[in-house]
Nanobody
Framework: QLQLVESGGGLVQPGGSLRLSCAAS????????IGWFRQAPGKEREGVLC????????DYADSVKGRFTISRDNAKNTVYLQMNSLKPEDTAIYYC?????????????????WGQGTQVTVSS
């Protein structure tokens, strides 16, 4: 059974850092492009970052450029989201998702399988 499980969320002060993990089971991530998305209360889900199937390209939302990075470890079947210089507006539930295409996308509708999400709260 295909499953994605996010972890690493929590409460952090503004300016702090967190690293989220997305572990896959039941399938291998090698054949998928992987995206991170977030959804704040009362807002639509938005794309944050995506890494292509071969890891050769990434897409970033303007709001996180220079602060967030995405990486993948196919040997561990895991994708990571490193978040630095966090701001209160980064507070949201963060989800990882996969699409069986070579190229990236930041559109939620382009992704077929999703994790359950992990809460990130940035507050002093």
């Amino acid at each position: 059974q295909l499953q994605l499980v996010e972890s690493g969320g929590g409460l952090v002060q503004p300016g702090g850092s967190l690293r989220l993990s997305c572990a896959a089971s039941g399938f291998t991530l090698d054949y998928y492009s992987i995206g991170w998305f977030r959804q704040a209360p009362g807002k639509e889900r938005e794309g944050v970052l995506c890494i292509s199937r071969n890891g050769g390209s990434t897409d970033y939302a303007d709001s996180v450029k220079g602060r967030f990075t995405i990486s993948r470890d196919n040997a561990k079947n895991t994708v990571y989201l490193q978040m630095n210089s966090l701001k209160p507006e980064d507070t949201a539930i963060y989800y990882c998702a996969v699409r069986a295409f070579r190229l990236c996308s930041l559109s939620p509708g382009d992704f077929s399988s999703w994790g359950q999400g992990t809460q990130v709260t940035v507050s002093s």
